[in-house]
Each structure stands twice: as C-alpha cells, then as structure tokens.
C-alpha cells in the first residue's frame, strides 16, 4: 500500500518544496491551504504528474473543523495517513515592538502557528496509534516545520518567535509520547527560505549574504526543506526522534 502525507500549507513555498519531494519518492498527498481549489489546480495537477495522487483540503489549521476535514480526507481517500508535515504558518501582519505587539496578532499567529499544529498533531497521531495497532509495519511520522526565530529573538516579531518556540517543545512532548509506539517525531528548522513569506525582505538578506551571514552562502530554497523532510519520512534518522534538524545553511553557528 502507498503511504500518505498530510502537509498543511502545502501548495506553496516550503510546503509545496516539501510536497514534491514526497510526491517524487511516491507518496500520495492530502494537501492544505488557504487558497480556494481552484487557485490551486495548476500545482495539484504538476504533483500528479509526478504519479501520485493528491487530495486538496481548503481551510485554517486554527480551525477545529478544517483539521477534522484534512485527517477525514486521508483516511476516506487514501485509508489512512503516514506523515503529518505541520507546515502552515504566517508572520504577524505588522512587525511592531515587542512593547507594542498587540493581543490581536499574538492571538492569530499563535492560533496558526501553534495551535493549529498542537490539535492537528493530536488527531493525526490517534489515526496513526490506531494503524500501528492494527497493520504490520505501518510507519507513522510527525514533523513539525519551526523556525531558526525558535530560538533566535527578533523584538519587532516576537509572536512568530514565540510559536515557532512553542513548536520546539510541541516536538519534545509529542516524540516523548509516541516514542514507545514506533511513531518518530521530528522538528524541521530552517533558516531564511526564499518564498513569498520572505519575498518583502529580499534585498534586505541579499544584502545579509553578501557579508556572510549564512556559512554557505545564497539563500535557501524550499527544496532544501522538502530534501530533509524526505530524509525524515523515508526513515533514515530513526533512532533521532526529538530532534531538531536545522536547515538554515549554517546561519546559527557560533562564530568569533
Ligand atoms: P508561505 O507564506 O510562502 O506559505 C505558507 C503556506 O501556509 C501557504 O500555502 C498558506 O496558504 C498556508 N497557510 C497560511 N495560513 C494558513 C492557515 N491559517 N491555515 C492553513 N494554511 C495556511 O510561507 P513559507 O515561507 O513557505 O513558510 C512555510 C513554513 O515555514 C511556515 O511555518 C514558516 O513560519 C516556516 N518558515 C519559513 C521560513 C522562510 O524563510 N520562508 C523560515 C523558517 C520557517
């Protein structure tokens, strides 16, 4: 049987990176996202292409109904669901102080961010517990997409920071449970990503780059993601569970 993929977020930037990857080792897809189905079919279509089949799920990760919707389509579409790849995430609309942040942003990047992923996660690890149960050699993974802002303060965006910290401990809680059951958990961390999310700050990190601030020098690209994540779905880091696997092109080492 094929296995199945659910990543949220996952017809654009990082999370469309990380649906070709899957798509091109032949894992079926259940995808999330904002956009209507119809603003969508063009990628749908070029990850079919690819020779798998994929299901596409419009609705917020912070909505209890929406993720009901993208568990219950693996499972009435494809019989069950392998990996959840908690993807979906927004930077706050404004950068503002941390001073100044106001409960209306903390409120909606938490929900998505975090929230989201915390029940999401919850749902999809009873359909994974269940499958274990119930089929041999059934393999279950979650990986959760963070952030280097986890760890990294940025003061003009500290809910982003605080979801993507708050994700980190998601890993650690989640691997600890379902460790016995043969369900890893992992944490993707990448660094700066040239997507839509960070098509506002191109110049900005162009600039960045010249001076050196990753190890390897050019951007990251979401395919750099997807490669990871592959890493962790095809089974390659088993005995890693909890663990945080960065990919941010050596952005974070401490240098003197
Ligand atoms: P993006 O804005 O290009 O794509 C985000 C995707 O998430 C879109 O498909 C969007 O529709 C979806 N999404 C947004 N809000 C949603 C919601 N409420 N419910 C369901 N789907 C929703 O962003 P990206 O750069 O591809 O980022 C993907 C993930 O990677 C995010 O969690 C982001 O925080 C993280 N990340 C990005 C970078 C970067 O530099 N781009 C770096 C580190 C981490």
Redesign the pocket.
Same mark, same amino acid.
């Given at each position: 049987m094929k296995q199945v993929a659910l990543i %949220?977020?996952g %017809?654009?930037?990082?999370?469309l990176g990380i649906a070709k990857s899957l798509a091109q080792h032949g894992i079926d897809l259940v995808l999330?996202? =904002?956009?209507p189905e119809e603003g969508v079919k063009v990628v749908l279509e070029e990850l079919t292409n690819l020779g798998v089949s994929v299901k596409y799920v419009q609705? *917020?990760?912070?909505d209890d109904e929406a993720r009901k919707a993208m568990v219950g389509t693996a499972i009435e579409s494809f019989g069950q669901l392998n990996f959840l790849i908690n993807?979906?995430?927004?930077a706050p609309l404004e950068r503002n102080d941390i001073l100044n942040m106001t409960e209306e942003s903390y409120d909606r990047v938490m929900d998505? *961010?975090l929230k989201?992923a915390v029940f999401l996660s919850q749902l999809a690890a009873k359909a994974m517990l269940n499958a274990k149960a119930t089929v041999s050699n059934f393999e279950a993974a979650i990986i959760n997409? #963070? #952030?280097?802002s986890a760890t990294l303060a940025s003061v003009n965006r500290g809910e982003y920071c605080m979801s993507k910290a708050g994700m980190a401990m998601l890993t650690s809680l989640l691997a600890a449970r379902l460790g016995a059951d043969g369900v890893g958990v992992y944490e993707v961390r &990448?660094?700066?990503?040239a %997507?839509? =999310?960070?098509s506002g700050v191109q110049a900005k990190y162009d600039a960045l780059i010249e001076e050196g601030l990753f190890v390897t020098p050019r951007w990251g690209l &979401?395919e750099d993601v997807g490669k990871a994540v592959l890493a962790l779905v095809r089974g390659d880091l088993k005995y890693s569970t909890g663990q945080v696997i960065m990919v941010d092109g050596g952005m974070t080492i401490g240098r003197l």
């Open positions: %949220t977020g %017809t654009r930037g990082i999370g999330n996202g =904002m956009r609705g *917020n990760v912070a993807n979906a995430g927004v998505i *961010n989201g997409v #963070s #952030s280097v &990448p660094g700066v990503i %997507t839509d =999310m960070t &979401p």
